[in-house]
C-alpha cells in the first residue's frame, strides 16, 4: 500500500459529482429524428405546466406566509389574552383573600364570638373591595351550626342596625343601590327561567299546604331562619344545620326580607356552598344566569339581557392556626366579561373564547381589543378555524395547589376550560390581495408566451431538420468511437469509487455495460428508484493517531479495517458496500434485506463499531473509534446495483459529519423506519436538532447500542445487564399463554420470539374488540342521522405540561336511549384490513420500547390489559340473576332500558367505547420506557426528563409522550381514524389517555390526597342538604374518578388475585429494586423493609382501592372479590412475609453470583 493511502483517508467525502465526472454532449447518443421532433413539439407544454407549476408554488409561498402571520399573530393575541385573565382571576381571589384575613383579625382582636359577629364599617371595607373586585355583589354569610341556632337567631332581631348605617354611608359616597329589590334581596337570584326575585317586596306569605311553618316578617326582618318551599313561600326551616343565612352584604339590600334566608337550601347556590363548607377551600360556581345543559348549543349569536356571573364563595376562619375553623364564607358575584375586557391591544381584531366548565355549562365571548362582548350560550366560533384552538384548563389560571393565604383552591367543584380561536375578521387581515393579481398576471404570461413560441417554432424547423440530418450522418460514422468513450468514462467513475490509489475493488460487483445504439428504443433503459437504506463510516483520530507511525502500520490498521467491514457484510446479508473518498459507503434496500433493510444495517453499523473497538484495542490504538452516519430514502439503481449520489446518499453523509466518535447517527427517515419495522426501542432523540448547511435544523436520533450486544463481545462500554439473555429472562414459566403453545425450539432467542409474538396477538385480539364497539357506535350514529358531518382530523393543542392536560372532570357523551335500542352488534363489524394491521405494528412498537426489567416490562403491561379487560367486562355484565331483565310483575325490559340501567350503573363509562377503548391502550402503555427505577431517583439523578417534566410523574408522562407521538406518525393513519371520528373525540381521547396513566402514579403522596378527596366528593351524599337535592351527582365526576380507580387496580391487579399470582409480581418487583440498588441506582437495599413496606402498600393502597370498587357497586360480585383476595394476601404475607423476603434474598444472591462467574469465565 502506497502513501497514497494515508492521503485518502484525510481526505473530505467528496461532492457525488466530482466521482462521476460530467458527461460531454458530443459523447451521448443522438436520438432519432422522430423522437427529437416529438421532444420539440412539447416543449411549449411543458414551459405551460412548468410556468403554471412555478407559479403555484410561488402562490403557495405566499399563502403560507400569510398563515404563518396568521398563526403568529393569533397566538400572540391568545398568550395576552390568557395572561391578562389569569392575572384578573388570580386577583379577585388574591382579595378575597386579603379581605377574609381582615376580618378574621377585626373579630379577634375585638373580642368577638363566631357566628354572632357585625363588623364595624363593613359597608366601607366590602365596598372599597366590590370596586376593586368589580363585582355585582358582596358578602359575608356566617356558619351557624345547629345548636347555635336560638342564639344567631336573637341576635340578628338585636343587630340589624347595620343595614341603616350601611345605607347612609352608601348615599354620602353617592353609592348606587337602584336595583330592584328582586335582583338584591338575595345574591344571584336573578336566573334564566325564573325572572322573578325570590322575595319581592310585598309578596304574600300565607302557611304552606303540608303543614310547614311560615316565617314571621312582623319586624321587617325573618325572626328564624327560613327557606323557600316549592311555590315560593318563606318557610322555617326546620334542618338541622348547618346554616348559611344571609348577614353582612354590600350594597346593601333595600330590602330587609333577605336576612336570615339559608342560602344554603337554595336550588341553584347549594352545591357550591356545600363544597365550600366541605373543603374548605375557595369555590368557583356554575354561571348563575345560564341553564346547565349537557348538550353543545349551536346556531347565531343571541343577544342576552345579562352576561354570565359566577358566585365566588371564599372561607373565613376563626384564626390562622392550623387546628382552626371555619367560621364563614364570603361571596361575591363578578360578570365574566370583567375577565376578558381591557386584555388586547385597541387595534387587535378578533378573538373568540369559548367557556366550558363541568357543570355541562358552555358560552362564548367576542373579544376585540379592549372589549368584549357576550356571544351567548354555546360554542358559536368558526368551525373552519378548530385547528387553531388554544386551551388552558383552570389549573393555569390558578397556581397548582392553589394555595393562598387563607384558603387552597377547589380545583374540582365545577372547573372550567378556555378555547381561544380566531375569528373569521382576524384571519380575513391576514389574507393578501396579491394571490388574485398574481394569477391573473400568470394565466396572461403564459399564454402570450405560448404564441411566441408557436410563431417561431414554425419560421425554424426546416432549418432545425437540416441540421439534424446532417448530425444523424456524422453519428453514423463515430459510434464506436462514441461507445468506446462512454465505457472509458464509466471505467474512470468505478475507479473512484472502489477504493482509489491503490484499494481493492474487489468488494465492489460492478459491471461495466455497453452503451446503447442510437437506433435503439432509448425508453427501455430507463433508471428505476429503490427505497434502502444508506450508511456512511469513517476513522475519527486517524490523523493525530498516524503521526510517527510508519507506513506498514498504517497499512495493516486500514486493510484490517476493510477486511472486518466486508465479512460483517456478507454476514448481515449487505448487498453493496464501498469506499467514496475517506468514507466506508453500505447499502442496504428491500432486495437484500426484505423490508427490514434499515434494521439489518444498523445491525451491521453496531457489529461493526463493536468489532473496530476490540481491533484498535488490540492494536493499542484507543484514541481511534468509527463514527457512522445513517440516512434512509430513495436511491437510483442500476444493473442491480445502487448508485451512490442523490438527496438521500448527501444527508447520510451529514448525519456522518454530524454524529460522535464512537457513536450511530441516524436521521429521521431511518428511524421512522425503525420504528415501523417494531425497533423504536433502539432509538434515543438527540437533544438538540443538527444544523446543515443549505438544509437547515434537522431532528435526529442516536442508535442505543446496547441492544447489540453479544456474547462474544468485549464492549465494556455498554451495559451488559440489556443482554439477549436478560430479556429472555423477563419472561417467567407462569406467563400469560398456555404452556402448550410455547413451541419446542431449543433455540431460546426463537422461544422468546414464540412467545412474543403470542402476548403481542392477544393484546391486538382485545383491542380489536373495543374498535369494533367504537365503529358499530359509528355506523348506528350515521344510520340514525345521516347529515352527520364528514370526518376531519384536526389538529389539537398538546400543552407543555402534561399535569396541566388532565383533566378534573371529563366530559362522557349523553346516554342516548334510541341509539342504544339501535346499536349494531359488534361482533358483526368488519374493520378494514389496514387497521388491523396497523394495529398489529403498532403493539409491536410499544412492545419493542419496553425495557428488559425485572416487573416493568411488557408482560407486566399485557397482565395490566388483561385484568382491564376483565373489570370492563364485569362492568358491562347485568347483575347476578339477570334482576333487570325481567322487571316486577314480569314485565320484560327493553333493550334500551337495559342499556340505560348499564349506562347508570357504570356511570356512562360501558356506553361509551371510546373510553373503554382508551382504558385498554392505556393499560397496554402505561409503562413504555420504563428505566426500572422510581420517579424519586430520576429527580435525584436529576434526570433531563425530570427537568423535562418538572418533577412530577417523570415516567408516565413520558410513557404518554411516546405513545401518541408513534400513534401521531403517519404509518397509523387508518388506526387513528378507526379511534375518533373528529377534533372533539380526538381531544376527548388525548384527556382520558393522560388522565389514566398519570393516575398509575400511586406514590405520589399530593396526587394521592387530591384523587382521595375527589372520590369522597363524587360518591358522598351530604348530610346539609334536603331530600330533594341528595340524588343529584355528577355522573360525569363519578366516571372521571371511576376510570383512574379502574387503571390504578388493574395496574395493581396482582395483589387483588390469587396469592400465587401475587408472589410471582412481587419477587419480580423485589429483583428488579435489588438491582437498581446494586447498580447504585438506589439509597436503600430493599431487603431490608421489603416486608414492612409491603404490608403498608396493602394497608394505605390496595385494600382502600378494592373496598371502593366493591362499595361503589359497578362490579357487581367481582368487587367484593377484589376486596377478599386483598384482605387475604395482606393476612398470609404478615404470617409468612418474612421467610419469603429471606428466600427472595437469598434467590437474587445466587443469580448475582452466578452472573459474576459467567463473567470471570468469559475473561
Known sequence: MSQSI??????????????????????????????????????????????????????????QNDRISFQSQFKSYADQLLDSFRSKFL??????????????????????????????????????ARKQLKAETLGLLPVVKGNQREEWEQYVMQNHEWIREAKLWEKSKEE??????????????????????????????????????????????????????????????EGSGPFTPIWLTSPAPPETKSINYNLLSHPTFWQAIDSAVDSRDAVLSMVLNIESKHEVVTGTPTKYEYDPISAIYYPVFDNNSED????????????????????????????????????????????????????????????????????????FFVDVPGDFSAAPFDFEHCPFDINVYPSTELKEQHASPLELVFWSAVIILALVGF?????????????????????????????????????????????????????????????????PSQFEDMEQEEDSMSYATVMFAEIAGFRRWSEGK??????????????????????????????????????????????????AIVHFAAESRTKMMELFKKMSAPELSMRFGLNS?????????????????????????????????????????????????????????????????????????????SENSMDVLDDMSTATGSTIGTLGEEDLWDETTRGNSTDPKQNFDGRLKKIVDRNVMMLLGYLKKIQARRITMQKLSPRINKRTEAEINVGENMIEEARELVMLPNFDSNLAANMVNSDLVVLPEKVEKELRLYVWSIASSYHANEFHNFEHATHVSVSMNKMLQKLSTTSAADKTYIGFGGKRSTTAELAAELDNRSFGIASDPLTEFTLMLSSLVHDVDHAGISNYQLIKEESPLASLYKNKSVAEQNSVDISWWLLMTPNFSSLREAIYYDASEKRRFRQLLVNCVVATDIMDRDMKVHRDRRWAKAFKTSKTTTKLFETIKSKDLQATVMIEHMIQAADAAHTMQNFRTYLKWNERQFEEMNKAFHDGREDMDPAGNWYKCELAFFDKVVIPLARRLRDCGAFGEAGGEYYRNAKENRDIWQSKGKGIVKRMVKSYAQKVAAAQEDTIVFS
Open 451 to 515: 404564441a411566441v413560441y408557436q410563431r417561431k417554432y414554425k419560421n425554424t424547423t426546416d432549418n432545425q431538420s437540416i441540421v439534424i440530418l446532417q448530425r444523424d450522418f456524422e453519428a453514423d460514422k463515430g459510434e464506436a468511437s462514441l461507445v468506446e468513450k462512454a465505457n472509458s468514462a464509466m471505467q474512470s467513475a468505478l475507479y473512484k469509487l472502489s477504493g482509489r490509489h491503490g484499494i481493492s475493488t474487489s468488494k465492489f460487483r460492478a459491471t461495466t455495460k455497453k452503451m
Open 550 to 599: 510508519g507506513q506498514e502500520e498504517k497499512e495493516e490498521i486500514i486493510n484490517s479495517i476493510v477486511n472486518i467491514f466486508g465479512a460483517t457484510a456478507d454476514q448481515h446479508g449487505i448487498g453493496q458496500f464501498e469506499t467514496v473518498g475517506h468514507c466506508f459507503v453500505a447499502i442496504s434496500g428491500k432486495k437484500e434485506a426484505g423490508s427490514e433493510h434499515a434494521s
Open 324 to 395: 382552626r375553623e371555619l367560621v364563614g364564607l364570603l361571596v361575591s358575584e363578578i360578570a365574566w366579561t370583567h375577565f376578558f375586557e381591557d386584555a388586547l391591544p385597541k387595534s387587535a381584531k378578533g378573538l373568540v373564547c369559548v367557556v366550558e366548565n363541568a357543570c355541562g355549562q358552555t358560552f362564548s365571548y367576542k373579544v376585540d381589543g379592549g372589549s368584549a362582548t357576550f356571544l351567548g350560550r354555546g360554542d358559536l366560533h368558526d368551525r373552519s378555524l378548530d385547528d387553531m384552538v388554544i386551551t388552558k384548563g383552570i389549573s
Open 6 to 63: 494515508v492521503e485518502f483517508l484525510d481526505e473530505e467525502c467528496p461532492p457525488m459529482e466530482d466521482i462521476f465526472g460530467t458527461n460531454d454532449a458530443t459523447n451521448q447518443p443522438r436520438r432519432p429524428r422522430k423522437k427529437l421532433k416529438q421532444m420539440l413539439t412539447s416543449v411549449p407544454f411543458f414551459l405551460l405546466l412548468g410556468h403554471l407549476v412555478l407559479s403555484g408554488l410561488t402562490i403557495t409561498f405566499i399563502t
Open 633 to 709: 430514502g430513495y436511491l437510483q439503481t442500476e444493473d442491480q446495483r445502487y448508485l451512490v449520489f442523490g438527496d438521500t446518499v448527501e444527508t447520510g453523509r451529514h448525519m456522518l459529519k454530524k454524529g460522535k466518535p464512537n457513536k450511530i447517527h441516524v436521521s429521521v427517515d431511518t428511524a421512522e423506519l425503525l420504528n415501523l419495522e417494531g425497533n423504536s426501542n433502539w432509538l434515543s432523540p438527540r437533544s438538540h436538532p443538527v444544523v446543515i448547511k443549505g438544509i437547515g435544523s434537522m431532528n435526529s436520533f442516536w442508535i442505543k447500542t446496547k441492544y447489540f450486544q
Open 176 to 237: 348606587s343601590p337602584a336595583m330592584e329589590a328582586a335582583e338584591q334581596d338575595i345574591p344571584g337570584a336573578r336566573s334564566e327561567g325564573n325572572d322573578r326575585g325570590l322575595l319581592e317586596e310585598g309578596s304574600h306569605i300565607s302557611s304552606s299546604n303540608n303543614g310547614s311553618t311560615p316565617a314571621n316578617f312582623s319586624s321587617g326582618i325573618s325572626s328564624k331562619i327560613f327557606t323557600l318551599s316549592k311555590d315560593g313561600e318563606a318557610i322555617v326551616d
Open 91 to 128: 386577583g379577585d381571589f388574591l382579595i378575597l383573600d386579603a379581605l377574609s384575613i381582615e376580618i378574621s383579625s377585626q373579630v379577634a382582636h375585638g373580642n368577638m364570638i363566631w357566628p354572632m359577629v357585625t363588623i364595624p364599617d363593613f359597608a366601607e371595607i366590602a365596598g372599597n
